[in-house]
C-alpha cells in the first residue's frame, strides 16, 4: 500500500512539473478581442457585442448552457449615452436608440437596425 501511494504522488509530481510551465506560460488576453481598449467604457461596449460573435450557432441555440451577458456589460458602463446605445444594440430594440442625447451616436444606433 505505501508503495502505490509513493508511486502515485511520484506520478503526481511528475504531472505537475510537466504541466505547470505550459499553464503558466499561457496568456488569457490573447484570446481576448477587445483587450486593445484602454478606456473602460469602451472595453465593457466591445465585450458587450463580442461575446456573441464568439459562439457557434450551436451553442446559441442552447441559451441555458451558454447565457448571454451582453446586458451585464452594458451595466458596467458609466456614460449614459453609450450605456443606451448598448442596451439598445444588446435587446435589439431601436426604440431606445431615442433616449441617446448624443446625436453622432444616435444616428449610429439608429444604423444597426
Same mark, same amino acid.
Given at each position: 500500500?505505501?508503495? %502505490?501511494?509513493?508511486?502515485?504522488?511520484?506520478? /503526481?509530481?511528475?504531472?505537475?512539473?510537466?504541466?505547470?510551465?505550459? /499553464?503558466?506560460?499561457?496568456?488569457?488576453? @490573447?484570446?481576448?478581442?477587445?483587450?486593445?481598449?484602454?478606456?473602460? &467604457?469602451?472595453?465593457?461596449?466591445?465585450?458587450?457585442?463580442? %461575446?456573441?460573435?464568439?459562439?457557434?450557432?450551436?451553442?446559441?441555440?442552447?441559451? *441555458?448552457?451558454?447565457?448571454?451577458?451582453?446586458?451585464? *456589460?452594458?451595466? /458596467? %458602463?458609466?456614460?449614459? &449615452?453609450?450605456?443606451? *446605445?448598448? *442596451?439598445?444594440?444588446? @435587446?435589439?430594440?431601436?426604440?431606445?436608440?431615442?433616449? %441617446?442625447?448624443?446625436?453622432? /451616436?444616435?444616428?449610429?444606433?439608429?444604423?444597426?437596425?
Amino acid at each position: 500500500m505505501k508503495i %502505490i501511494r509513493k508511486v502515485g504522488l511520484l506520478g /503526481l509530481l511528475a504531472g505537475l512539473v510537466f504541466m505547470v510551465p505550459h /499553464l503558466a506560460s499561457a496568456d488569457p488576453k @490573447s484570446s481576448d478581442p477587445c483587450a486593445h481598449h484602454k478606456d473602460k &467604457d469602451q472595453l465593457n461596449l466591445c465585450r458587450a457585442f463580442e %461575446i456573441d460573435k464568439a459562439k457557434t450557432d450551436e451553442q446559441k441555440k442552447n441559451r *441555458y448552457q451558454n447565457k448571454d451577458h451582453s446586458t451585464y *456589460y452594458c451595466s /458596467l %458602463i458609466k456614460n449614459r &449615452d453609450l450605456q443606451t *446605445y448598448c *442596451y439598445a444594440v444588446a @435587446s435589439k430594440t431601436k426604440s431606445q436608440c431615442g433616449n %441617446i442625447i448624443n446625436a453622432e /451616436l444616435e444616428k449610429k444606433c439608429n444604423s444597426k437596425f
